[in-house]
């Protein structure tokens, strides 16, 4: 009975042993087995972040491409702006010459391909322009058209009107309506025939006709009209000077004033910049307002525009006028505009010009 127990005792010690080696010999090849993962999982790891670089490269040399070619994008716009502006600029004078080609087939000028007899025509023409000259001087600035205001009324004014090239810029924004702000308001959204027949406004549009009844018949002439942009009174005159002989032109540069109604802000600077579009610069300028400018090239971020920004885009409109250019101006002063008046007569002062205020009932 002994025997049979230690029998049974030492199978069982074996037993144990051989189990104690089979269980760590399946932790040991399950340790091997993890090992082997973890070095799979940090090969693969390392191939994905190579890749990774790889395509935040990529897409850093994408967005450098991308800006070059936003870049050039813009360059060719550039050059497209600036060809457009040289075919429009060569179509203008190409429908000018037209005109004085048409203008000289009817007024009889000869055909005849004889260079001596071009010649003495030219020299019979350019007789008559210097006749025309010469009455002009002995006239003493004789008028082109005839103004007179109610009453036969005469006011010594002050306005240095000579000059070869003269501008006249004519306010036509909103506050030409009236001078009180509430009044302004009120016309504003009234029908269009009552504010063509404001007080304020018909003032400013009888000061321009005015004006050009006073030019010399020898001098050139350009009107403009400005509120915040700013445009010629006859557009397909752009750029070029008026002859004050020209009556009947005249008559339609006023119409075309007069068929307008004032609306907008007022932007000095982008009325300014007109004349940098003409070859010959003016040697008079003349402005026809009621006050500072509101905005300058482009409109303001908020709807009210406070005294000293006024002031500032005033300043800074007035560095784009010509130099040694006379400015002649007359302002009809608006409510709540205290500084108008002498930054305008402070400008006229120093440019050689004249500033009026004018009365109620002139011209």
Known sequence: M?????????FNLSFLDIMSCGFGAVIL????????????????????LAEVDLLEEDILDGEAGLVRLRNALNSIDLDIVEAQGRARVVTEEL????????????????????????????????????????????????????????GN???????KLGGNRIAILIDVSSSMLAPEVVNIIRLRNQSPDRQRQARKWNQALDTLDW????????????????????????????????????????????????????TGGTSLLNAFKRLDEFSAKPDNIFIITDGLPTQG???????????????????????????????????????????????????????????????????
């Not at 090849?29 to 994905?48: G, K, P």
Request: proline share 5%.
């Open 95 to 150: 429908d000018r010459f037209e005109a004085m080609i048409a203008s000289l087939e009817e007024s009889d000028v000869s055909e005849t391909t004889d260079l001596d007899a071009l010649k003495a025509e030219i020299n019979s023409l350019e007789e008559q322009i210097q006749q025309l000259k010469e009455a002009a001087e002995a006239d003493g600035g004789q008028s082109a058209r005839e103004f007179q205001g109610e």
């Open 2 to 10: 002994v025997r049979r127990k230690r029998q049974a005792t030492a």
């Open 297 to 363: 090239d482009k409109a303001p971020r908020r709807t009210t525009v406070s005294g000293p920004q006024r002031l500032n885009l005033f300043r800074e409109a007035i560095r784009a006028l010509p130099g040694n250019t006379p400015i002649n101006v007359i302002l009809s002063p608006m409510e709540g505009d205290p500084a108008a008046a002498s930054e305008f007569w402070r400008l006229a002062q120093e440019s050689g010009g004249s500033f009026m205020a004018p009365a109620k009932d002139w011209p």
């Open 153 to 159: 009324r005469q006011y010594l004014t002050g306005l």
């Open 29 to 48: 090849v399950f340790l091997i087995i993890d090992h082997s993962i973890e070095v799979q999982i940090e090969s693969v790891n390392a191939e994905v």
């Open 211 to 262: 004006l050009t009844a006073q030019l010399p018949v020898g001098s050139r002439y350009q009107v403009i009209a400005f509120n915040t942009e700013a445009e010629y009174a006859l557009p397909e005159t752009a750029g070029r000077w008026l002859e004050v002989a020209d009556g009947a032109q005249i008559e339609r540069v006023s119409n075309s004033i007069r068929e307008r109604l004032p």
